[in-house]
Each structure stands twice: as structure tokens, then as C-alpha cells.
């Protein structure tokens, strides 16, 4: 992808795109007030000595290295690349690092000029609802790579040790075991994002595209009762309610955002599932009682998955690792890194579920 026509890469070097005195770039959210409010309904960790809460730390960050390391031989990829430790936070120190990603990923959306007064009043309702939104996400991530994190926005592999301590004790697994195995599912983002020198740009390139695509509300309204008739059939589904609502050209972006983070999540999982046998004693006891987790939680913790879409995102765990153990079984992993070469190599949506139509097509 040329850098230089990417609304995203464009806004991050300065360059202003045509029309831009009757732009806003970069969405209306007051950053700061999200810190903020993250941090003051961030519920607290569980306890624990320092001399536990030191080794968790200490070990997480060798065990990333030492994850990345095992990945890279499963799947071929990062040859050369330095082997980094992971940034271990606590959860209001992951809440800060995870607002500067938003805010570094949705810079490249360009939407229409409002007055200064009228977007300082969204930006401190949306700072405060996305703030709420990171306290309550806080308690629960274990970890993420963020390609665009770091003192020098070139990415940041993170771990929530406080979180991955909680997820350990509440399992009831091997500490050491669990450890890895969180490491090798975060360390195979990194490695796609750092192995793959096209992907970042193009990442942050749909996600800028996707926000400052804007549609007249007329035209939303006139598919609102459609959308909610339809409703009844997926089961409530908010991301299945946002496709209803989408225009065409959005739902051409928002198309190619899904089949990526798809293949991500199931490239993922299914690394981690390939390694762990061979590193994790205790892997299976680790994904039976893990996976149980993800389909748990009492009733209001499980509608607010639902409203914030961690259901389809855990949808998008089983369909793309699915995609995934297809294809290198049709035509082995360094027939699945295809997938790698290019955007127009990047499975389909519709090929996700229908992986031998990829093939067809790429392989």
C-alpha cells in the first residue's frame, strides 16, 4: 500500500488531505477526560505479596521473549526479528496505554467540521463513556499488542499481570503454564504485525477509512425499521444491527476490518494451540477450563459482552481458527502464509467460512 495516500499515515506526518478546512481529524473525544474517568472506576486488583506479584511480573516478561521465540518456529514467520520482552502494566497503567493506541489508530478519520463548542461537548460525553468503557475492559484483558503503542508509536506488546494473576487463581491451573500460554497468543500478534511490513499501515488505513465515511441520516432512518425486524433473527447481536445499518460503502470496509481481525484472533488461537503441546504440560486442562471462562460469567456480565461485542468477538476465535486449521491441513503452514503476501492475499469475508473458495482463489 503506497504510505502516502493513506488517510491515517497522511494525518500522522501532518499532511492535511484536500478539503481539510472543512474537516475535523481525529474523533471528538477528550482523551484525557477518558484517562481520567478509567482510572477512577478502575475496580482494584487482587491482592497479593510483592515477592509473588515481582516473580508473576519478572516471568511475564521473559516468558513473551521466550513465547515469540516458540511461535516463530511454528509458523515460520520473524526470522531475524529481535526477540523483545513485554511491557507488563497494571490495569490502570493498561487503560492509559490502550486510549493513546485508540486515539493513534483513529487519527486518519477525517469527519465534518463542527464548531469548536459543539465537539468539545461530544468529546467530554464520548471521553466519558469510553473511559467506563476501559474500567470495565480493565479487569478483564489479559493482554494486547498494540502496533501503534509505545514511546515511539511503532507497537507495544502488553501484559496485564494483575488480570492474568486473577484469571490463573480463578482457573485453578499451573501458574508457570498459564503464564506461557497467555504469552504465546499475545506474542502471535506481535509477530504478525512486526513480520508483516504491510499489515500496520494497512490496518490503520480501513479503520481511518471506515470512521470518516459518513452517510445522511435520511438514508440510515430508512433502513432503521428493516434493521430491527431483522433484529429478531440474529439473536441481538449489536454488530449484526450495525451491519444492517451500514451503507454500502461502508459495509465494504467494515467487510475487510472483520475478515482481518477474523484471521488475526484464529491465527492466534491456533498457534496457541499448536504450540502449547509441545511447551504447556498442562495445556488442555489450561483451554478446557479457559474456554468454559469465555461462556461464563453470570447474566449482567454476559449482556455487557453482548452490548460491547466480546460474543462475536469470541465468534470470530472459533470461525477464524477454524479458517486456519483448514487451509494448512489442504496445503501446510508456508502454504497458509500466503496469506501474508498482500491485502488482495488476505482471505475474503465470505471465504472465512468457506476456506476451499480461498484457496481457489490464492492458493
Known amino acids: 500500500m503506497d504510505n502516502a495516500t493513506s488517510p491515517a499515515a497522511a494525518t500522522r506526518s501532518g499532511v492535511v488531505p484536500a478539503g481539510g478546512a472543512d474537516l475535523d481529524h481525529g474523533l471528538p473525544v477528550n482523551w484525557s477526560l477518558a484517562k481520567g474517568t478509567a482510572a477512577r472506576l478502575m475496580a482494584a486488583g487482587p491482592q497479593t505479596s510483592p515477592s509473588v506479584a515481582a516473580e508473576l511480573v519478572a516471568r511475564l516478561r521473559t516468558d513473551s521473549a521466550t513465547a515469540e521465540g516458540h511461535v516463530r518456529e511454528t509458523t515460520g514467520l520473524g526470522a531475524g526479528l529481535p526477540l523483545l520482552p513485554a511491557d507488563v502494566l497494571d490495569r490502570p497503567a493498561w487503560a492509559h496505554a490502550a486510549l493513546d493506541g485508540m486515539k493513534a489508530l483513529t487519527a486518519g478519520a477525517t469527519l465534518p467540521h463542527t464548531p469548536k463548542l459543539a465537539r468539545a461537548v461530544t468529546g467530554t460525553t464520548a471521553g466519558a463513556q469510553v473511559g467506563a468503557l476501559l474500567a470495565y475492559l480493565g479487569a478483564r484483558v489479559l493482554g494486547q499488542y498494540d502496533p501503534f503503542g509505545g514511546p515511539d508509536g511503532a507497537g507495544r506488546l502488553i501484559l496485564v499481570a494483575p488480570n492474568i494473576y486473577a484469571a490463573q487463581q480463578s482457573l485453578g491451573v499451573d501458574s508457570e503454564d498459564f503464564a506461557l500460554w497467555v504469552c504465546l497468543h499475545e506474542a502471535t500478534h506481535r509477530l504478525q504485525f512486526t513480520a508483516v511490513p504491510w ?51 461502508q459495509k465494504a470496509v467494515l467487510d ?106 490464492v492458493a
Not at 470518516?212 to 439473536?235: C, F, H, V
Not at 504440560?281 to 453470570?298: C, H, L, Q
Open 199 to 249: 499489515l500496520r499501515d494497512y490496518f490503520s488505513d480501513q479503520v481511518g477509512q471506515l470512521l470518516s465515511i459518513r452517510e445522511p441520516d435520511a438514508a440510515k432512518l430508512a433502513r432503521l425499521p428493516e434493521a430491527i425486524r431483522s433484529m429478531r433473527g440474529t439473536g441481538g447481536d449489536p454488530l449484526a444491527l450495525v451491519e444492517l445499518l451500514q451503507g454500502p460503502e
Open 256 to 361: 475487510r476490518l472483520l475478515a482481518l481481525t477474523t484471521l488475526l484472533e484464529g491465527h492466534a488461537d491456533h498457534v496457541m494451540d499448536a504450540v502449547g503441546p509441545r511447551v504447556v504440560p498442562s495445556v488442555d486442562v489450561i483451554r478446557e477450563r479457559f474456554t468454559a471462562r469465555r461462556r461464563g460469567g453470570g447474566i449482567i456480565d454476559r449482556l455487557l459482552r453482548t452490548l460491547l461485542g466480546v460474543e462475536a468477538k469470541m465468534r470470530q476465535y472459533a470461525v477464524g481458527a477454524a479458517f486456519v486449521r483448514h487451509v494448512e491441513g489442504e496445503i501446510g503452514m508456508a502454504g497458509f502464509n500466503r496469506v501474508w503476501e498482500s491485502p488482495e492475499t488476505l482471505p475474503l469475508r465470505a471465504e472465512l467460512d468457506a476456506p476451499q473458495d480461498w484457496l481457489r482463489r
